[in-house]
């Protein structure tokens, strides 16, 4: 079959397993031509396949050597349709892995349930005896829960009062794009219950309490959740939103982590990370036009990162040997070069003065309309998107 970008707005449901391989290729690359890494044997990934879970499980294996267990929820490829590009990637980090004789076990299933945890649990006395890093990184737009079976979906949507904002409309294959106006309503606060059960700290908790009474904790045991805070621009939306809220509670699952498993040498620590394109940021509204102007900063100041380095910095200067950029809640400062004041102070006045006419001199959209096309193995040079692949590569 040829494969093609088949989009609507900022969703692709297409992807390319040779462009997915070569993306996972690249950070490999990326990672083993930095210094190596200290840390981690074995780890488990909770959310591996794509963005800031895919980087740290790269990190992880290709930087620090560990041995990885990878969990994320990803759409199988039949002979007539691609596979989501988390099947690619995981395909791909699964034959590299093994090539390099580093052992990798990756299950493609729900992880707020049981019995995956379960499977993670055999799968790490198989073969592993423990783990010392647990990476959580799930972004996820539901959950059924494994006690009550009641379902949520979580929502994007501000507290307490409407907001309208401004909005980057922009047509991905072509470029072609426009700013304009939206208007999101507040949530109820059945949708922020919802929220919080999808994106907070519950599950994160339920992981640690099996993988503890399964006794497959190394003394040395750290675990990391990820969270984003972002500026006052996307405050309304993000922080103070729905989104926010539930984020709340995955820091208060972080302290209530440290009180409970503590006496057994388990630190858990939240790590603010960077605004970066994937799936999951690029369905808030919003985000996009305040990364497009934040990344056209970033890259003129010479800090912009990506996954990889960004994630790679975080194993190399905050998570081995111990965190040192930490604020008052504790959590870890990746956001550093993101909230850089200077930088801030420019992304603010673009926003002011930011519209349809002159959002290409003011924002990085091809920048960031080529990071999307790539979250999907699209945009590469060297892949001939014209030649015939099967949807389904051989393994091994
Ligand atoms: P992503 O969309 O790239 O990846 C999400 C991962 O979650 C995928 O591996 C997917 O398969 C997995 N997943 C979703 N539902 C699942 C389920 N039910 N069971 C198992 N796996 C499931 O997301 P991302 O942007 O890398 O986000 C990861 C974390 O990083 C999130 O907590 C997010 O809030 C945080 N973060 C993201 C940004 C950003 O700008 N993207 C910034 C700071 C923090």
Same mark, same amino acid.
């Given at each position: 079959?040829?494969?093609?970008?088949?989009?609507?707005?900022?969703?692709?449901?297409?992807?390319?397993?040779?462009?997915?391989?070569?993306?996972?290729?690249?950070?490999?690359?990326?990672?083993?031509?930095?210094?190596?890494?200290?840390?981690?044997?074995?780890? /488990?990934?909770?959310?591996?396949?794509? *963005?800031?879970?895919?980087?740290?499980?790269?990190?992880?294996?290709?930087? %620090?050597?560990?041995?990885?267990? *990878?969990?994320?929820?990803?759409?199988?490829?039949? !002979?007539?349709?691609?596979?989501?590009?988390?099947?690619?990637?995981?395909?791909?980090?699964?034959?590299?892995?093994?090539?390099?004789?580093?052992?990798?076990?990756?299950? #493609?299933?729900?992880?707020?349930?049981?019995?995956?945890?379960?499977?993670? =649990?055999?799968?790490?006395?198989?073969?592993?005896?423990?783990?010392?890093?647990?990476?959580?990184?799930?972004?996820?737009? =539901?959950?059924?829960?494994?006690?009550?079976?009641?379902?949520?979906?979580?929502?994007?949507?501000?507290?307490?009062?409407?907001?309208?904002?401004?909005?980057?409309?922009?047509?991905?294959?072509? *470029?072609? %794009? !426009?700013?304009?106006?939206?208007?999101?309503?507040?949530?109820?606060?059945?949708?922020?219950?919802?929220?919080?059960?999808?994106?907070?700290? !519950?599950?994160?908790?339920?992981?640690?309490?099996?993988?503890?009474?399964?006794?497959?904790?190394?003394?040395?045991?750290?675990?990391?959740?990820?969270?984003?805070?972002? #500026?006052?621009?996307?405050?309304?939306?993000?922080?103070?939103?729905?989104?926010?809220?539930?984020?709340?509670?995955?820091? !208060?699952?972080?302290?209530?982590?440290?009180?409970?498993?503590?006496?057994?040498?388990?630190?858990?620590?939240?790590?603010?990370?960077?605004?970066?394109?994937?799936?999951?940021?690029?369905?808030?509204?919003?985000?996009?036009?305040?990364?497009?102007? /934040?990344?056209?900063?970033?890259?003129?100041?010479?800090?912009?990162?990506? %996954?990889?380095?960004?994630?790679?910095?975080?194993?190399?200067?905050?998570?081995?040997?111990?965190?040192?950029?930490?604020?008052?809640?504790?959590?870890?400062?990746?956001?550093?070069?993101?909230?850089?004041?200077?930088?801030?102070?420019?992304?603010?006045?673009?926003?002011?003065? =930011? #519209?349809?006419?002159?959002?290409?001199?003011?924002?990085?959209?091809? *920048? +960031?309309?080529?990071?999307?096309?790539?979250?999907?193995? +699209?945009?590469?040079?060297?892949? #001939?998107?014209?030649?015939?692949?099967?949807?389904?590569?051989?393994?091994?």
């Amino acid at each position: 079959m040829i494969i093609k970008p088949r989009i609507r707005g900022f969703i692709c449901t297409t992807a390319h397993p040779i462009g997915c391989a070569k993306n996972v290729q690249d950070q490999v690359n990326y990672v083993r031509g930095r210094p190596q890494l200290t840390g981690s044997s074995n780890a /488990l990934i909770v959310g591996c396949s794509a *963005g800031y879970g895919l980087a740290s499980r790269i990190s992880a294996a290709f930087g %620090c050597g560990a041995n990885t267990i *990878g969990v994320s929820f990803e759409k199988d490829p039949t !002979e007539r349709k691609t596979g989501s590009a988390g099947w690619y990637n995981n395909a791909a980090f699964d034959r590299l892995a093994s090539s390099a004789n580093l052992f990798s076990h990756t299950i #493609n299933d729900d992880a707020f349930a049981d019995h995956t945890k379960t499977a993670v =649990i055999e799968a790490i006395r198989n073969n592993l005896g423990s783990i010392d890093l647990l990476i959580y990184s799930l972004a996820a737009p =539901i959950r059924t829960h494994p006690k009550s079976d009641e379902v949520f979906r979580s929502s994007i949507k501000p507290i307490g009062q409407s907001m309208s904002s401004r909005t980057l409309k922009l047509d991905v294959l072509t *470029g072609n %794009c !426009e700013v304009s106006e939206i208007d999101i309503d507040a949530a109820t606060d059945e949708e922020i219950r919802a929220t919080t059960a999808v994106m907070g700290g !519950e599950d994160w908790e339920y992981w640690i309490e099996a993988l503890s009474e399964a006794d497959v904790l190394a003394p040395n045991f750290r675990t990391v959740a990820y969270t984003y805070l972002g #500026n006052e621009l996307t405050w309304p939306i993000y922080r103070g939103g729905t989104i926010g809220k539930a984020k709340e509670h995955l820091d !208060e699952t972080c302290h209530k982590l440290n009180t409970r498993f503590g006496q057994s040498g388990c630190k858990a620590f939240i790590a603010v990370l960077k605004a970066v394109v994937t799936q999951a940021s690029t369905a808030i509204p919003v985000v996009p036009l305040y990364f497009s102007i /934040l990344f056209q900063e970033m890259k003129s100041e010479g800090t912009h990162e990506d %996954c990889i380095d960004h994630i790679h910095r975080l194993f190399q200067e905050q998570l081995y040997p111990e965190p040192s950029r930490v604020d008052d809640s504790g959590r870890i400062r990746m956001d550093n070069f993101e909230l850089d004041e200077a930088v801030q102070a420019r992304v603010a006045k673009s926003w002011e003065r =930011i #519209n349809s006419e002159n959002v290409h001199e003011l924002a990085d959209v091809s *920048g +960031f309309q080529a990071d999307f096309l790539r979250l999907f193995g +699209f945009g590469h040079p060297e892949v #001939n998107y014209d030649a015939e692949v099967s949807p389904v590569p051989l393994q091994g």
